[in-house]
């Protein structure tokens, strides 16, 4: 059984900060921000996610024409999405951090796909202004790395960060995630075997 909590922080990026610290860092925050809503036999689980385009990290846009002005520069090449994961023992405060980076290619979609998909508002509380799983605007080419980091938590990465502070899952996570996001997932095995990929 779980509960979810929303986290109010600060996701301004500081001066010098890489995307990897970024999401790591506000990972961190929602988790401790969440803690005051735990108790002692609680685990916390947080996340952060961002879309990186060269040295642009693109959050959620503010409005349609940014929503519009992101898919155009994320258009025909490769970004990646950058997943933070910050993992809380309640009884002690013990807290682990993982980090999943796929790369993300992107379809050739036209103006109009693009003028069509902003219309339906989904872009608005997507980072970079995409949903990888939207059924009709689909816009990644083809995936060769995390489905779930894409759309917002790695299961197999948390996983392996529950597992750091022995919290073992008694559901074949890998196998369940395949499953519901019919996507074959080239890595899980290396991510699940410690290795650092995606």
């Known amino acids: 059984m779980f509960s979810a909590q929303s986290a109010d922080v ?40 961002a879309v990186v385009d060269g040295k642009d990290i693109l959050g959620k846009p503010k409005n349609m024409p940014e929503a519009n002005s992101m898919l155009q520069q994320l258009r025909n090449h490769i970004h990646q999405v950058y997943t933070g994961i910050a993992v809380m023992r309640m009884r002690d405060g013990n807290m ?26 989904d872009p608005l509380d997507k980072a970079g202004g995409y949903a990888i799983q939207h059924p009709r605007f689909k816009p990644v080419e ?17 996983s392996r960060a529950l597992r750091q502070l022995n919290v073992m899952t008694p559901a074949d996570v890998s196998g369940n995630c395949q ?14 075997l410690g290795e650092n990929v995606g």
């Open 96 to 121: 682990v951090t993982d980090l999943c980076i796929t790369d993300v290619p992107m379809r050739d979609y036209s103006d109009e796909e693009v003028n069509v998909y902003v219309m339906t508002g």
């Open 142 to 158: 083809s995936l060769n790395g995390c489905y779930a980091s894409v759309m917002g938590l790695p299961l197999c990465h948390l």
């Open 10 to 49: 600060d996701e301004r990026t500081v001066k010098g900060e890489t995307p990897s610290d970024y999401v790591t860092r506000l990972a961190r925050e929602k988790a401790l921000a969440c803690s005051q809503y735990a108790h002692s036999g609680h685990i916390v689980v947080a996340a952060d996610t």
């Open 179 to 192: 499953s519901a996001l019919d996507y074959q997932c080239p890595i899980f095995s290396a991510v699940l």
